[in-house]
């Protein structure tokens, strides 16, 4: 069984920083990408930022230049770096991991998601 455990959240102030971890756990072979999502009530979970295995980032243009993902591989923990968060961030943001417990059988695990809120 493979598993994701996120933490790091709680309440900051605009133009705050907060730092989440994710790290997976588990009979693990291989972790690819790993990814950073995040659903505000009544919204749809929307892709916030990814990193994959050699270290390559996308970001969503919503958080270019205040968000930076990072990853342990020894460790299998991916972080999340909020600097200067706005109200808008405010959300529940969910860990996900591409994991193989026999490659090449790759498969999407999701964590229990932490919540995030901005106050103005």
């Known amino acids: 069984q493979v598993q994701l455990v996120e933490s790091g959240g709680g309440l900051v102030q605009a133009g705050g920083s907060l730092r989440l971890s994710c790290k997976a756990s588990?009979?693990?072979?291989?972790?690819?990408?790993m990814s950073w999502y995040r659903q505000a009530p009544g919204e749809q979970r929307d892709l916030v930022a990814e990193?994959?295995?050699?270290?390559?980032?996308t970001y969503v243009d919503a958080v270019k230049g205040r968000f930076t993902i990072s990853r342990d591989n020894v460790d299998d923990t991916v972080y999340l770096q909020m600097h200067h968060v706005k109200p808008e961030d405010t959300a529940v943001y969910y860990c996900?991991?591409?994991?193989?417990?026999?490659?090449?059988?790759?498969?999407?695990?999701w964590g229990q998601g932490t919540l995030v809120s901005v106050s103005a």
């Open positions: 996900k991991a591409i994991v193989a417990v026999h490659v090449p059988s790759f498969f999407p695990v």
């Open positions: 990193i994959t295995r050699g270290g390559a980032t």
């Open positions: 588990g009979d693990l072979s291989d972790i690819g990408v």
